[in-house]
C-alpha cells in the first residue's frame, strides 16, 4: 500500500476523522492487522483563518503548499488536502508537489453519479458556498449543485466557525441544519452534500429524507483505494 500524505489541522476535529476513516476503511478492505502508512502534517488553523477571511488565497495557497511539499519530502505516495473550503488553492498546491493529490470534489462527485443524482444542494463554509471552484468541479460530472440563500448561508457558516471547529455539538444547531436541508430539498435537491468536514460531526443520514453525502468519509475512502491500486 502507497503512503498516504494527510494535510490537515483544518480543523483538528475533522482532521482527527480523517485518520479514523483512513483507517477503517483499510480494516475493511485489507483486513487483519493492516492500517494505513500515513504522513499527517497537522497545521496550525489560526494562521489560515484571518487569511481566509481577508480573502488572501494566495498567501494560504503558498503557506499549504510548503507543508505539502514537507509531505511529499518526507515520503508521502500521494496527497489529500483534509478540508474543503481549501482546495480553493488546490492548484496552488499541485503546483508544488509532483506527487498525485486526491480532490475531495471528484470523491463527492462520484458518489453522487454512482446514485445516478443530478441535482444536490451544498453545505458548507461560506467560501465553499459562495466561490464557485467547488461548485465548478462537481459540473465538471454532469451535477449541478444548489446553495442555501444568504440566510442560510450565514446560518451554517456560523455553526462551523464558532461552534464545530471547537468541537460543540449543539442540539439546536442540528434542528437548523435540518431545517436548511429541508429548504434545499424545496428547490429540488435529491441529495445533499455535506461539503465542510466538520458538518459531518453535526448531521447525517438520519438528518435529511434524501440521501447525503460526507465529503469527508468519502475523500479518506478515495485515497485508501488509490493508495491500494
Excluded at 54 to 69: I, K, M, N, V
Excluded at 113 to 142: C, K, N, S
Aim: glycine share 8%; hydrophobic share 50%; proline share 4%.
Amino acid at each position: 500500500m502507497k503512503t498516504i500524505g494527510m494535510l490537515g489541522g483544518m480543523s483538528w476535529e475533522s482532521t482527527a476523522e480523517y485518520y479514523r476513516a483512513v483507517n477503517e476503511r483499510v480494516r475493511e478492505v485489507a483486513g487483519g492487522l493492516h492500517s494505513a502508512p500515513i504522513l499527517l502534517d497537522s497545521v496550525d488553523f489560526a494562521d489560515i483563518e484571518p487569511l481566509q477571511r481577508a480573502g488572501d488565497w494566495e498567501g494560504a495557497g503558498e503557506l499549504l503548499a510548503e507543508h505539502a511539499r514537507r509531505v511529499e519530502e518526507a515520503g508521502a505516495d500521494l496527497l489529500i488536502l483534509c478540508t474543503n473550503t481549501m482546495h480553493r488553492v488546490i492548484a496552488q498546491i499541485e503546483a508544488a508537489i509532483s506527487i498525485p493529490v486526491v480532490h475531495i470534489a471528484d470523491a463527492v462527485a462520484a458518489a453522487i453519479a454512482a446514485q445516478g443524482l443530478t441535482r444536490v444542494g451544498l453545505l458548507g463554509t461560506a467560501f465553499t458556498m459562495e466561490q464557485p471552484f467547488y461548485r465548478e468541479r462537481i459540473a465538471q460530472h454532469d451535477i449541478e449543485v444548489v446553495v442555501p440563500d444568504a440566510a442560510d448561508r450565514a446560518l451554517v457558516h456560523r455553526v462551523i466557525y464558532d461552534e464545530l471547529v471547537h468541537g460543540v455539538i449543539d442540539d439546536g444547531s442540528r434542528e437548523a441544519m435540518r431545517g436548511v436541508i429541508r429548504r434545499l430539498i424545496g428547490e429540488g435537491a435529491e441529495g445533499v452534500i455535506l461539503g465542510c468536514t466538520e458538518i459531518e460531526l453535526l448531521v447525517g443520514p438520519d438528518d435529511s429524507p434524501v440521501p447525503v453525502f460526507p465529503s469527508a468519509l468519502l475523500h479518506a475512502h478515495a485515497a485508501v483505494d488509490a493508495a491500494l491500486r
